[in-house]
């Protein structure tokens, strides 16, 4: 018995040791844990935010290329319209069918320009401005057709708009509403 008790005297002290050592181990490991998991808490709040400033700066920079197709839509539409093309280009000394390709030429290229803003606006807003330059093109044909080659440009210009007087419809006008109106509906709430 007196050997138990000898082993006793070694054997106590260190389970004593051991167990005190382990709930500091313990206790330090716990609250590490807990302080790994409030970081990882605040680290996801901190992605939430970025994500969402991401989102709200994603929407900002949308809707800031959106409205600015809009405007160079608008200005598109405003440059074929057959009033505006025909004083604008008129050139003194040229014929009819030098300011007829002149026309032509004008309008196609505004459109090229501004086809990327397609992308922008609707589909039925789209085939609207579409529908206007190919109005505005034929318009200017069926009037090239009413004079003769050598003819002044500005017996040209003036027939052009005798059409639109004559016929009575505005072919940019349409798209120029169905423009307006999504533009209010998407940006003016």
């Given at each position: 018995?007196?050997e138990?008790?000898?082993?006793?005297?070694?054997?106590?002290?260190?389970?004593?040791?051991?167990?005190?050592?382990?709930?500091?181990?313990?206790?330090?490991?716990?609250?590490?844990?807990?302080?790994?998991?409030?970081?990882?808490?605040?680290?996801?709040?901190?992605?939430?935010?970025?994500?969402?400033?991401?989102?709200?700066?994603?929407?900002?920079?949308?809707?800031?290329?959106?409205?600015?197709?809009?405007?160079?839509?608008t200005?598109?539409?405003e440059?074929?319209?057959?009033?505006?093309?025909?004083?604008?280009?008129?050139?003194?000394?040229i014929?009819?069918?030098?300011?007829?390709?002149?026309?032509?030429?004008?309008?196609?290229?505004?459109f090229?320009?501004?086809?990327?803003?397609?992308?922008?606006?609707?589909?039925?807003?789209w085939?609207?401005?579409?529908?206007?330059?190919?109005?505005?093109?034929?318009?200017?044909?069926?009037?090239?057709?009413?004079?003769?080659?050598?003819?002044?440009?500005?017996?040209?210009?003036?027939?052009?708009?005798?059409?639109?007087?004559?016929?009575?419809?505005?072919?940019?006008?349409?798209?120029l509403?169905?423009?307006k109106?999504?533009?209010?509906?998407?940006?003016?709430?």
């Amino acid at each position: 018995m007196k050997e138990f008790i000898e082993i006793l005297k070694f054997v106590l002290p260190s389970i004593v040791v051991f167990l005190a050592a382990f709930l500091i181990f313990k206790k330090f490991v716990d609250y590490n844990l807990e302080k790994i998991k409030e970081i990882e808490n605040r680290l996801k709040k901190l992605e939430s935010k970025a994500v969402n400033t991401g989102k709200d700066k994603t929407k900002e920079v949308t809707d800031s290329l959106r409205l600015q197709a809009f405007e160079r839509l608008t200005l598109l539409l405003e440059r074929i319209n057959p009033s505006n093309l025909v004083v604008r280009e008129m050139e003194p000394g040229i014929n009819a069918a030098a300011f007829y390709k002149k026309l032509l030429n004008t309008v196609q290229s505004e459109f090229e320009h501004n086809i990327t803003q397609q992308l922008y606006v609707s589909e039925t807003a789209w085939n609207h401005i579409k529908n206007a330059k190919e109005e505005v093109l034929s318009l200017i044909n069926e009037s090239y057709k009413k004079v003769k080659p050598d003819d002044p440009a500005i017996k040209l210009g003036e027939t052009i708009l005798a059409n639109i007087f004559e016929e009575g419809k505005d072919p940019i006008a349409t798209a120029l509403t169905v423009l307006k109106t999504e533009m209010r509906n998407n940006f003016i709430k």
